[in-house]
């Protein structure tokens, strides 16, 4: 990924979408002006483009990697610092759900399914449409224990596994007898 163990990675994986919101965390890593943040998004898309020139614009080009279609993702999740999801709309995030599992903390945007899965303990979340918000949430994330926070979130994600989730489509179905 072009940078070394003492530097911070931060990894997205979804497609290049306006939906997905890549632009506010370049944005933000502008602003926040560290040479030792490094920011990787795992997709393709129609947007492509426009974050390349937004990078550049940034003057990201070292910092900031697209990197296309992966089929890598459980390598790449290992490798990062932490993951961030900044997308305008989610159902409930199986990258989002993928991270917590592989014992990532999270910064994501303040929406339906994110914070569903996402609490004080596992991460930071922050408005979608605000680059300082977003700046400031992977701020104060980098002033905390990381291995803290994914290993709450490794733990919380359990709840979602496929035998909790069976317990409770059971339970429901029970309830719904006549």
Do not use: W
């Not at 305008?88 to 899965?117: F, K, T, Y």
């Not at 977003?134 to 496929?162: Q, T, V």
């Amino acid at each position: 990924m072009g940078c070394s163990e003492k530097d911070i990675l931060l990894l997205s994986v979804g497609e290049l979408s306006k939906r997905k919101n890549h632009q506010i965390v370049i944005k933000a890593l502008a602003e926040l002006k560290k040479e030792d943040i490094y920011y990787c998004i795992a997709g393709q898309g129609a947007e492509e483009e426009h974050l390349k020139e937004l990078i550049v614009k940034n003057n990201l080009q070292k910092n900031v990697k697209l990197l296309g279609f992966r089929s890598d993702i459980s390598e790449l999740l290992k490798a990062a610092d932490f993951f961030i999801l900044p997308s305008l709309q989610e159902g409930l995030s199986v990258a989002l759900m993928e991270a917590m599992a592989s014992g990532l903390p999270v910064v994501c945007s303040q929406i339906r399914g994110n914070v569903d899965l996402i609490d004080e303990r596992g991460g930071r979340c922050f408005d979608p449409y605000s680059t300082e918000d977003c700046r400031e949430a992977i701020e104060s994330l980098l002033e905390k224990d990381l291995k803290e926070f994914g290993n709450h979130n490794a733990e919380r994600i359990k709840e979602f596994g496929i035998e909790n989730v069976g317990k409770e489509m059971r339970r429901i179905y029970e309830m719904l007898r006549f």
